[in-house]
């Protein structure tokens, strides 16, 4: 990005003013390495969001930002209730795309001796990749359950344990969601997808914690050096992507409709306060569920794996948060606490200490915000700040982002060489696809702890541990 | 993704291909099934969105790859049939699941004596 159109606020704030139809600022948080190499594609697209009726305060992206479709992937943009628009653009195709993390209660050299057995059995236990289906098959009535219920619906038909709840955003289960307004073709792409693990950047991996960097936080959130954790990345399915995909169809005519005029297609949107605004929140909030009730799924298959090949462990959420989404929340603007539509699209929420919404035993540090890396680095443990909170709406980065296109990946990597390199360096991947391995591979990807660190220094959060892989399910 | 072709039918078929390439080697994919596919949109551009949303839709639901597509379009109604066979791991190595097709870089139209058909697919 040309730094000449930006005016540099701070080292790491970067404002866009408002010209033409802009009707708020935008602010990219990031390093000066890291703005240098966005895409201008990043300056369009925030630059675009700003001019959307009903935002507030400033058009965000977070240091991780890229070029996405409508809104930047790393964008966040909150709305005003009434004078305020949803766009589905904004919250992205893979609906509460999230990561989660178990802690296990081993050690390093425990995992070491049962390395193979656990990659494994856990390669047979967690359906993985293009045309995998789940255990459990779900229709009608039951569909609806789990679309009302997310995570909480799985606990209660047993996959899962009470205590994980807390741990989930939204409780486990996002409230206002609404079947109805998730058509038939959605239910149908869920039917046999629930506790899958989906392809491309999703994974299963389990990590050790090789550095920790808030003593007090890492005590907070029960991690040691030298712990073994498990970290699950994945999202709502088909369900969510069907949802998206109609959502970007209607949004253009109800935009039309509504006389709101957009810079360009892919901003397509509806007011809040419309009916095709309230069809697709309620669809989109469907869709979190599902999500949550994936990733609960795929938490009980874990234990029962780790249960088999590693009885001593036992499994407890650490958090489970989100980064494709849009929430209802809380901030304050111009001194006053007011409601406002967030959308994250690859930003994680990151509330600060103190925050209601936290359990107990984290509100005094903050919220985990889990930040996934590739299959040869690093993935961290952050901490949400009460600067986050003011200068953010409470969101952080959410990865690494890629560097380079799949089809230039694949020339560049094979993905058995993918597979025998990371051995030699002690991390077994398994996956369905060799293909997928290569255009995973780990240097496809930016550096994940340059952007952790300019989430860091821009105040957004704090860097609690540092995971490294030691075996990666791949879809 | 692009689809080039000497008809708007014909883009349309290599842009089902593209789709097929995101996912698999296309001479991968044999022709064992096929199925059939209809869209009505306003304009050439929603045609091609709703043509690979439906393939994508197909895709995912029926767990199948296409190798090779049979369109027709005439004015805002696309009709096809689409030929392939259902998803072997082993041999397809599919390395990832298109969520659906954006707005974002769509476009088609005429270049020169032929027609273009392209958007950016997410994956």
Known sequence: MDLSLLRRRSEFEWWIEPRGKMRVPGLLFASEPLVRAMDHKVFEQVTNVATLPGIRTASMAMPDAHWGYGFAVGGVAAFDPDEGVVSAGGVGFDISCGVRCLRTRLSRPDVEARKKDLADTLFRAIPAGVGSRGRIRLSGEEMDRMLRGGARWAVERGWGERGDLERVEEGGAMRDARPEAVSDRAKARMRDEVGTLGSGNHYLEVQEVAEVHDAAAAEAFGLRVGDVVVSIHCGSRGLGHQIGTEALREMLDAGRRHGIDLPDRELACAPVRSKEGEHYLGAMRAAINVALANRQVLTHLTREVFSSVLPESDLTLLYDVSHNTCKVETHELDGKLREVYVHRKGATRAWGPGHPGLPDRLRPVGQPVLIGGTMGTSSWVLAGTERGMKASFGSACHGAGRGMSRHQALKQWNGKQVVADLEARGILVRSPSLRGVAEEAPGAYKDVTEVVLATEQAGLARRVAKLLPIVTIKG | ?123
């Open chain 2, 1 to 123: 993704m692009r689809g080039r072709g000497a008809t708007l039918a014909e883009a349309f078929a290599n842009a089902g291909r593209a789709l097929t390439a995101v996912v698999t080697e296309p001479d991968s994919v044999r022709e064992v099934l096929s199925v059939e596919i209809a869209c009505q949109a306003p304009d050439p551009e929603a045609l091609l969105f709703d043509w690979l949303n439906a393939l994508v839709f197909e895709m995912a639901t029926r767990r199948v790859l296409f190798a090779r597509y049979e369109v027709k379009v005439e004015g805002s109604s696309l009709a096809a049939r689409a030929f392939g066979e259902p998803v072997e791991v082993g041999r397809h190595q599919p390395a990832v699941e298109v969520k659906g097709a954006t707005w974002t870089g769509l476009r088609v139209a005429r270049e020169g004596r032929r027609w273009a058909a392209e958007c950016v697919v997410d994956v």
